[in-house]
Every structure is written in structure tokens, then in C-alpha cells.
């Protein structure tokens, strides 16, 4: 394993690593001047330099999803087509359909949908735009975009995602009529099991539990029939049985564990007589002039182990006290059994649901059995993480400090910060910052407390707070978070200052609302850029340069 990863976790450990590779800020790099007067201008000609410093077209997917929000669907459409991702014009195209579904924008999505040329993305892209229909109201609308879908393995998707948003919006008896369609069509194929989800989930919602039950009958029966080779069909019986969880019917669950165990159980009874075999006869000598070979297939039982720890992480933030450790109890109960490789994974779903609702004793207790010391603290840091969520920040921070690892102090001293920030505690906050032993880690918790200083109504502070973090792209993302919470000119200046430190992508979504005609603007500097460096056909074939352009 990587030095450090296991204590850090791989989203921190990650993140740390790219600051450090693009450096602290500049000493004297002039961010904190620029851009004194906020006026809208001078932004828009810090967003053009910055253009002309995206030399690749990381930005685009971005860039094109701020266009679509802000409305500008035909530049978006412009600048996609202008590009070369490597997923291609075409997926870009679809993915921006739902971006405008979710933005409330219809007619733009409108207007996406009749863009694309490719017929299987197109008819992917219309199954998104028909749960924004519905979403929006329009259910008759969407009833009839769901029988345009052209290809039978998006007819299931198409009429379970109308079911889904007609029932958020409170007409379970049109939802119950196109999920019947739904079910109809999904048969026993590969989205049987997502609609019948769907199915359990719309049906409690209407509150008729025995059609939930069938449904679930069904997803139950799927997945026994898939065995411990289906991932996918697996992950739906984990969503099942977190639906019943929540609602505190933890029958199938039971059952379900019941079924584990007893394959626990068998293969540890297979391996004790496969030993003694192996061990030959009488005085447990093996007879050395003899070969004894015994193949024994593994046994399979009829549910995956790993149901158990999924289910728990599904758990974990979602259901009531009672319940989760009514889950914690059975799946201690299971770990008490041999699961082979299952085990760690369980360990550490059961220590974060204990963690999650107070159990802290029980869940260290659990830590304590981890042999690796790396693992074994790595596993405390989590705890502290999720203690701090939690609310339980005293016990957090006493945990936290206790840490030998200065990696794993670190970041669950982080958690402590980030917690306290959230939650308006920002003078204890800003104190303990200093307990971190990391440099980056500091900076990196700061974030949370410029966040919660300026949500406060404290904006100057938190912008000089901001400026005192060391690595430039930690700070940028610092600056690009008061950006949203400042007023029109502070806004500008701020943008301006994360978009030198960070790059463009910083401040996409929030330039329509403080220099409006701002996303439109880059666009178009990224275009006229891309067509100067472009040759024409008469320059392209000058002799001595090749057809293709640039050598």
C-alpha cells in the first residue's frame, strides 16, 4: 500500500497529493490586490487572460454545463461540437440534457435532445428529459414522450422514472398505473431489478404494503437466482432490504443473515474434513508414498456475504437509532462467525454504525481486533469522523488528540474543525486548527471555517482568513466559496482571485449571477482561440507543411 494512504484515506490522501504537486501561492503573486474595485469589466478581462491559459479541454464539460444552466443552450451546443473530450460531442451532448432537466430548463433540453445524431444516446438522453417533465408537472407530456422511446431496453427506465417523479409528486394512482408498465416490460431482464426497486420504494410511499412485499418477493428471488456472481443484481436487494430497515421490518433481513450464516458455517465444516483427509489415517500421519488429492468446490450460498456491510453503509446515516443498532447487534453476530473475506469489510461497516449512534465503546472495541497498526489506526480516524458528524464533537476531539499517527491526527483533527465549523462553533473552530500537525491539513481545514465565517455575516475576516492558507489551490477553493455568500463586488474580486490561483473552472457556476454575460464570454475567448490556431485549407496545404496541419 502507498505510505500514508490508509492513515490519510484515499479522498484526503488524493487531494493532499495534487496541492503539493501544484505548490503553495505564489509569494507576492499579487492575488490579494487584484481586482480592487470589483467592477464587472475587469472580471471579464481576468476570465479572458484566464482562457488563454487552458491549454487542454478539461474545462469544456464544465464551461458547457454553466452555459446550459445560465441558458445559453447554442453556445453550449457551439462549444461542445468546437471540442474533442475524449468521451466525444455526442455523450457531452446527452449529459447536458439532463444538466438542463435539472435546471428547470425544458425547452433547452428541447433543444439538446434534437441536437444529437446518435439514436442510442439520443433515446438514453430521453429518459432523463421525461423524469424532468413529470418532475415539472407535465405528466401527460411525459406519458406521451415515454411511448416516443425508441429501443425495448430503455422502455423499463423511461416508465419507471415517470412513475418515480409522478409519485414524488403525490398521485400514487397514476405512479401505481405507469409502474405497472414498467414492471411489464423490465420482464427478467438486466433493469428488472433497478424497477423493482423502484416498485418497493413507490409502493410503501402509497402505503400499500403488500404490493411492497410482492415486489420485494421478487427482487428476492432475482437475486437468489443470480447467486454470489450478480454485483449488480445484489445491490438491489441491499436497497430493498434498507427500505424495510427504515421502516423497521427487519424480517427479510433476518432471513437473510440466516442464509449467511449457515454458508459460513458449511464452509468451515468443509475445511475441518478436508484437513483431516489431507492428514491421512490413524496417527494423523500422512502416508508419504501416497498422493492424496482432494478437490472440494467452495460451497455457494444462496446470498453474497457482502450484502451485510453494504447494507450497513446504507444505513448508516438514514435510519433511526433503534433500528441501526438493531442491524449493529446481527451483523456482531455474524462477525462472531467465520465470513472469510467478507470479515474486514463487516468490521467496518458495523464500527461506523456504531460510531455513527453513540456506540463509541463497542466500535473501538471492534478497532482493537485489527492487527495491522496502520489499518488499526487508520480505523480510529474514521471513528473520530464519523463521532464528529455525528454531533459528538467533545468525544471527537478527546479521540482525535490521543492519535499517535500524525497522518491520522491530522485528518480526524480536520473532521473536528469541518464539524464545528458547520454547525456555527467557528472560535473553537479557528482554536483547534492549530492542533493539526500537517501544514497542508491546516489549510485545507480552513476552508470549512471561511465558509461558516462569511455565512456568519463576518465576510472580511473570512477573506483575510482565507488569504493565510498556504497551498494556492486550497485557497482558491476557499475564495471560490465566499464567492456565493459575498455581495455583488466583493463577489468579483473574490472570483477574480480564485480564478488566478485555481483556474477557470473555480467560479463556472456562480459568474451568471455576478457578471452576467461572463460564461459567455470565456466561451467565446476559448473558441476564437481554438479557430486561430486552427489552419485553414489554403494554409494547410503550403508547401512544406504537412496536409494535416502543424508537424
Known amino acids: 500500500m502507498v505510505k500514508g494512504l490508509a492513515q490519510w484515506g484515499p479522498e484526503l490522501y488524493w487531494t493532499r497529493y495534487g496541492d503539493q504537486r501544484l505548490g503553495p501561492a505564489p509569494p507576492g503573486s499579487g492575488d490579494r490586490g487584484l481586482l480592487r474595485s470589483g467592477f464587472a469589466p475587469c472580471l471579464l478581462t481576468v476570465l479572458r487572460l484566464a482562457a488563454h491559459q487552458e491549454t487542454d479541454r478539461r474545462s469544456d464539460p464544465d464551461l458547457a454545463a454553466a452555459l446550459v444552466r445560465a441558458g445559453h443552450v447554442d453556445r453550449a451546443v457551439e462549444l461542445v461540437r468546437s471540442g474533442g473530450s475524449r468521451s466525444g460531442p455526442e455523450a457531452d451532448l446527452a449529459r447536458l440534457v439532463r444538466v438542463a432537466g435539472e435546471a428547470g430548463d425544458l425547452d433547452g433540453a428541447r433543444v439538446l435532445l434534437d441536437s444529437l445524431t446518435d439514436r442510442a444516446l439520443r433515446d438514453d438522453a430521453l429518459v432523463a428529459h421525461i423524469a424532468a417533465v413529470a418532475r415539472a408537472g407535465d405528466h401527460e407530456r411525459a406519458a406521451r414522450l415515454a411511448q416516443t422511446v425508441r429501443y425495448p431496453h430503455n422502455w423499463p427506465r423511461a416508465w419507471a422514472g415517470l412513475a418515480k417523479a409522478v409519485a414524488d409528486g403525490g398521485d400514487f394512482p397514476a405512479a401505481l398505473e405507469h409502474l405497472a408498465r414498467a414492471v411489464e416490460c423490465a420482464g427478467r431482464g438486466a433493469e428488472s431489478g433497478r424497477v423493482l426497486v423502484t416498485a418497493v420504494e413507490i409502493a410503501h410511499a402509497a402505503g400499500d404494503r403488500v404490493l411492497a412485499g410482492d415486489f420485494a418477493d421478487r427482487v428476492e428471488d432475482l437475486v437468489r437466482s443470480e447467486g454470489r456472481e450478480s454485483v449488480g443484481q445484489r445491490a438491489f436487494l441491499v436497497a430493498v432490504l434498507a427500505v424495510e430497515a427504515r421502516l423497521g421490518d427487519l424480517d427479510r433481513l433476518d432471513a437473510v443473515l440466516r442464509s449467511v450464516a449457515r454458508a459460513a458455517a458449511a464452509r468451515s465444516a468443509a475445511e475441518a474434513e478436508a484437513a483431516a483427509a489431507a492428514a491421512g489415517p490413524g496417527d494423523g500421519q500422512a502416508d508419504p508414498d501416497v ?3 482432494t478437490i472440494r468446490a467452495r460451497p455457494s450460498p444462496h446470498f453474497d456475504a457482502r450484502i451485510v456491510p453494504e447494507l450497513l453503509e446504507a444505513l448508516a446515516e438514514s435510519a433511526d437509532r433503534e433500528v441501526a443498532l438493531a442491524v449493529a447487534d446481527r451483523a456482531e453476530e455474524l462477525l462472531r462467525r467465520d465470513t472469510w473475506f467478507e470479515g474486514f469489510a463487516l468490521r467496518e461497516a458495523v464500527t461506523s454504525l456504531l460510531a455513527r449512534h453513540g ?5 473501538m472495541a471492534l478497532v ?4 495491522d497498526p496502520d489499518l488499526r489506526t487508520a480505523r480510529t480516524a474514521h471513528v473520530v469522523e464519523v463521532l464528529a458528524r455525528s454531533g459528538d464533537t467533545d468525544r471527537a476531539e478527546a479521540l482525535a488528540r490521543a492519535l499517535a499517527d500524525r497522518r491520522a491526527r491530522s485528518r480526524a483533527l480536520m473532521a473536528v474543525v469541518g464539524e464545528l465549523a458547520r454547525s456555527g462553533e467557528t472560535a473553537r473552530a479557528e482554536a483547534l486548527v492549530p492542533a493539526i500537525p500537517d501544514r497542508w491539513g491546516r489549510g485545507e481545514a480552513l476552508i ?5 465565517l462569511a455565512r456568519q455575516g463576518e465576510p472580511e475576516r473570512a477573506e483575510d482568513l482565507a488569504h493565510t492558507i498556504p497551498h494556492g489551490r486550497a485557497r482558491a477553493w476557499a475564495l471560490a466559496t465566499l464567492v456565493g455568500l459575498s455581495e455583488p463586488a466583493r463577489a468579483r474580486r473574490l ?3 480564485a480564478v488566478f490561483l485555481g483556474g477557470l473552472t473555480m467560479v463556472l457556476d456562480a459568474l451568471e449571477e455576478i457578471a452576467p454575460g ?8 476559448l473558441m476564437s482561440q481554438r479557430k486561430a490556431r486552427t489552419p485553414g485549407p489554403e494554409e494547410a496545404q503550403r508547401p512544406g507543411r504537412p496536409a494535416g496541419g502543424r508537424p
Do not use: F, G, S, Y
Request: negative net charge; contains cysteine; charged residues 35%.
Open 518 to 525: 461572463a460564461v459567455v464570454a470565456v466561451a467565446d475567448e
Open 495 to 497: 472570483a477574480a482571485r
Open 359 to 363: 456506540r463509541v465503546e463497542r466500535a
Open 291 to 293: 498422493l492424496c488429492l
Open 448 to 452: 470549512d471555517v471561511v465558509a461558516a
Open 368 to 371: 482493537d481486533r485489527i492487527d
